[in-house]
RNA sequence: GUGAUUGUAGCUCAGUUGGUUAGAGCGCUGGUUUGUGGAUCCAGAGGUCGCCGGUUCGAGCCCGGUCUUUCACCCCA
């Protein structure tokens, strides 16, 4: 016999799982539907070629690839052995595992653009893999659920997302949490401002860990990353920034008024919050944080990401825009802004934070519960009938004593248990019972399906 | 990818400097109750101590490897 096992990284769900990630991924639907945006699936592989070179050199390691079936050493020759895994990989592998939801996306435009009618919204909630070392929130195998318009440069796009991400997250009854946004053009004009040009990723880094470990620690890294002792005194104002998003654009305004690159990605922050302004939204949750890094491989503009506090767990939303994603792809200047839910790590924040709701809204309403073959005979007969009316119902399939057929009816937390003996045969009703109160009464059928359908 | 960490019954965990037959609580099965679940009481089942190898008269305990879990870095949902 084999020990049963699962891949690292991957779980499986069972009933209580499903109805809580379901519970999760019916208000995230919901909500992009109001949006107006439509569903899409893409294929569980893409070929190789599609996905590498789209995440950066780490992206790339952490692809799944699949070998190719049949013989597939066929083209390695024993020269190519020596030359190591990576140079042989093109002949081992054609196809891998959807590392996210957007390259495939941006793939799908690309192929279907005569199709398709632009600006484009479409949504997709599907798995996806990364051969990353697992952590607490961090799986090889999960749900991404995206939202992404391309074919327009409109920032309503921008304000919606903002708007989504609150409606979604109010649905779920999580309230303690912060929108962070930027603009990747914000950091490009610091690193000008500061004399440090094309240097955002490690800046970011390091500026990162301030809560951690503090102005002066990150003022050593910085140092050993290359930054110049002036560059970090340039940077000093913005370490130390006030709460308010009007309070920083204004102190952004200033630091970044010789940079024009920095000036466009404010000014379109800034024109984001005015249409959310228009739109009547409350912006409780939002933050601007000009030191927010995400995605540098790709994003252009926008950048966003939500954190839930209280919890020790990453992000568990993220996006922005990205200009020429299609460009690779042979279809260039369409521009695209889309975000992301994590259900996986929103469902560990949910379960931590203890607001999932308690609810067993699919399951069975009624179980007809029986003392010998007769009983079971005529419950039979009733569960048709009551099926037949919309409610849903079971029956105990074994003959066997009244005591294992309530246990059972207990343990699944059913609402209603009907006992069909000799007497309810006779009267040609049920004994209903509601097992949370041992209530117990004799009905019809029909009064029975009149009360089921009244309790829904 | 780097450095740590975890693993004993279905679950949560004890297990002394290496020493006879590896324990508890919860859960599970049966009984107390032949037309009534949850509570009480009684009884029972269930473990190749993650796996492989080594040291030893003797390993759950020590050593090596491996898988798994979790954590920090990196990156990210």
Known sequence: MQKPSLPKGTRDFGPIQMARRNYILDAIKDTF????YQQIETPAMENLSTLTGKYGEEGDQLLFKILNSGDFLKGVVPEDVAKGSVANLSKLAEKGLRYDLTVPF???VAMNRNELSFPFKRYQIQPVWRADRPQKGRY?????????????????????????????????????????????????????????EGKEGPLCVAIDKLDKIGWEKVQ??????????????????????????????????????????????????EEVFLLLEQMGSNLDQVDFDPMLARGLSYYTGA???????????????????YDNLTGVFGLPGVSGVGFSF??????????????????????????????????????????????????????????????????????????????????????DTLAVKVLATGAQESLTLNEVIAKLQASI
């Open 33 to 36: 539907q109001l949006f107006g």
């Open 106 to 108: 941006a793939r799908f």
């Open 140 to 196: 090889r195998e999960f749900y991404q659920c995206d939202a992404d318009v391309v074919g327009t440069d409109s920032l309503l796009c921008e304000a919606e997302i903002i708007g989504m991400i609150r409606q979604v997250f109010s649905k779920l009854g999580l309230i303690n949490y912060s929108i962070k946004i930027n603009n990747r053009k914000i950091l490009t004009g610091i690193t000008e401002a500061i004399g440090a």
């Open 220 to 269: 050593e890294e910085l140092q050993q990353r290359g930054f110049e002792k002036s560059s970090l005194t340039r940077l000093a104002p913005l370490v130390d920034l006030q709460e308010g998003v009007k309070a920083r654009i204004s102190v952004l305004a200033e630091f970044l008024k010789n940079s024009p690159i920095g000036l466009q990605g404010l000014q379109e922050l």
């Open 303 to 321: 950048i966003f990401e939500v954190k839930a506090h209280e919890v020790t767990i990453g992000s568990v939303c993220g996006g922005g825009r």
């Open 342 to 427: 994590g259900v996986d790590r929103l469902y560990d924040v949910l379960e931590e934070l203890n607001l999932f709701p308690r609810h067993r809204l699919e399951g069975t309403q009624l179980l007809l519960v029986h003392f010998d073959q007769a009983g079971f005979g005529y419950a039979l007969r009733c569960l048709t009938v009551l099926r037949e009316a919309g409610i849903r119902a079971e029956l105990y399939p074994e003959v066997t004593k009244l005591k294992k057929q309530l246990e059972y009816a207990s343990k699944k937390e059913l609402p209603y248990v009907g006992i069909c003996g000799d007497q309810e045969i006779a009267t």
